[in-house]
Structures are given as C-alpha cells and as structure tokens.
C-alpha cells in the first residue's frame, strides 16, 4: 500500500511517500481501506515534534472507509462496512489501509459520505463533550466560544444553538465573522481588533456568561477570566465557574500577519 510517511520532524516538507506492506489484523482489529482521511491539529503537532512521537510514522487520527478484512475476536463489524474511527492512540489515517482496534469502530450509516465523516468525526466529539458534558449548555445560556469559525469552534456553535443557547463568538477577520453567523452565532467579536472582556460585558448587559470555550488559549485566558457571570462582582482574576479548555497549551509560530498566539494542542 501507499502511505504518508514521516521520518524526520519538521515541515510539510517531512511528508513523503513510502510503499509500505499491507497491514493484518491482530487480535481484536480490522483493516480499513481508507477512503478519507481527517487532517488536524495534532497530525501538525507531531510531525513538527511539539508532540513527541516515535519515528517513522503514519500520521492521521481519523479517517473513514470500508472494512476490508477482520481479525480474530471481532464481532459487530463484517468485511464491506462502511465505517470511521477517531482515536488518539491509533495512527495511520495518511494511508491506504490502516489497522484498527474494533473497539473504536464507528459504523457510518449510509448518508453520511466518508470524506463528512473523517472530517467531522474529532472536532465533532470535542464540541459534543464540551457542550453536553465539560458545561452541559442550558436553554437560554449565553456562552462565550473562541475561534468560533475554527472546527471545533464552528461545530460547539451548532450544538450550543440546538441546545438552546445563545452564542457569543470570537474570531479574527470579517470573512471567519461571516462563516460564525451563518453557522448561527448570535454575537461576533472580532478579538483582533477590540477587547472582547469588554464587548461580551456591553453584550451580556454586564451579566457574563454562563461558560467560555477556550479554543485559543495564552491571548484570550486573561479576558476570559473576566467573562464568566457573576451578578454583582468585578472581573475575577481566577479561572471562572464553567471555562472549558480544549488541552494543555503549547506555543508555535504565529500565522502570518498575526501576532504570535498560543494555542491549545490534541489532549489524549
Ligand atoms: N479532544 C481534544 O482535545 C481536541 C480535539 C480537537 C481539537 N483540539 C484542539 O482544539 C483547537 C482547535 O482545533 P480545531 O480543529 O478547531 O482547529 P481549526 O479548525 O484550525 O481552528 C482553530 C482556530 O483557532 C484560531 N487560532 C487562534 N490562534 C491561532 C494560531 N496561533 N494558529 C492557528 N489558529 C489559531 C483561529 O481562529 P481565528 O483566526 O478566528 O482566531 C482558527 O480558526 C486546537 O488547539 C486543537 O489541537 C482538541
């Protein structure tokens, strides 16, 4: 088969094709014929070694396919399913075929294309457990979603939306504040370009919010401490009730035209 393979960390440059043999099912595994295959984060964070990984390896957390073989102790998933798997601790996705545990199968019913799957599949489950369990969003809380044109943040805006709430979202530009409101943000703040502290207390009637999910991290931890709602109390400098942080920070380089950030990596 053909993979993506990286032996050295560094820049895109590091990724290269290799022939690589067919993998077998262990115990306990299928092999998917991998149709599409997510990019994120974390595939950046350990090809650039800011997250350690043995060398050589297969990026690729998530992907989506068809079963094309089962292994010994399997059952619930059969030779030609449809499937995808989002999992940290298996690798692979950057290939033709990837070993799976059957455990982390995801059964992808048939309106739902492989290439929606592989892409939605992580953020998807992050935003989920943020809104339904990190701060299970109630009808009529207004929260505060950071970088809420980004994957996650885009995806945590539609659930807190069915769930009832009210969004208040940051991102950097007018095309991200474009894509935030018609995926059903209430409230845009560009945070490149004013306090945000103080936009979401003139939008919140000085009330705050009920949670704020923290996409972002060293540039938006200070302010967000200041949003969470406290009737009648001044800004605390102290993490607030419901401040929901996607990982442990880690620095990298700024995009271009941006000062420099620090963002959040894949927590496993
Ligand atoms: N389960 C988990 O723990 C889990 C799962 C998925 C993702 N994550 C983490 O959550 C974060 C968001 O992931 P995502 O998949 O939503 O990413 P994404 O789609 O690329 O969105 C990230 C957004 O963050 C903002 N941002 C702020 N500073 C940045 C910087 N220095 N470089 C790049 N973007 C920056 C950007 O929005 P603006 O331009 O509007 O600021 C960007 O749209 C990442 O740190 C990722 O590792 C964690």
């Not at 990724?15 to 990019?39: I, K, M, T």
């Not at 455990?103 to 492989?114: K, M, R, S």
């Not at 807190?160 to 845009?188: H, N, P, Q, Y």
Request: include cysteine; proline fraction near 9%; aromatic fraction near 6%.
């Amino acid at each position: 088969m053909r993979a993506i393979v990286v032996s050295e960390n560094g820049g895109p440059e590091v990724l290269a094709y290799a022939e690589l043999p067919d993998p077998e099912p262990g115990p306990g595994e299928v092999v998917v014929d991998v149709a599409a295959s997510g990019v994120n984060f974390a595939d950046i964070a350990k090809r650039t070694g800011r997250m350690p990984e043995p060398l050589p390896f297969i990026p690729g957390h998530e992907a989506a396919g068809t079963v094309s073989s089962v292994g010994s102790q399997v059952s619930g998933v059969t030779v030609g399913d449809q499937v995808s798997w989002a999992w940290p601790g298996v690798l692979g996705g950057y290939a033709e075929r990837v070993a799976v545990p059957a455990q982390w199968i995801v059964p992808l019913p048939p309106q739902i294309a492989p290439s929606t799957a592989a892409a939605v599949l992580i953020q998807g489950l992050t935003a989920h457990y943020l809104s339904h369990a990190a701060y299970p969003v109630r009808p009529g809380d207004t929260v505060l979603v950071h970088a809420a044109a980004g994957g996650v943040g885009s995806l945590l805006t539609q659930l807190v939306k069915l769930r009832g709430g009210r969004v208040i979202g940051t991102v950097s530009t007018a095309e991200k504040e474009k894509f935030a409101r018609d995926v059903g943000a209430d409230e845009v703040i560009r945070y490149t370009e004013v306090d945000f502290a103080a936009a979401v207390a003139r939008l919140t009637r000085g009330a705050g919010v009920a949670a704020v999910f923290d996409n972002v991290g060293r540039t938006t931890f200070d302010g967000r401490c200041s949003t969470p709602g406290r009737p009648g109390s001044a800004p605390a400098p102290r993490r607030g009730r419901h401040q929901a942080e996607i990982s442990p920070s880690t620095t990298v380089p700024a995009p271009t035209g941006s000062t420099a950030r620090t963002r959040s990596g894949f927590s496993s």
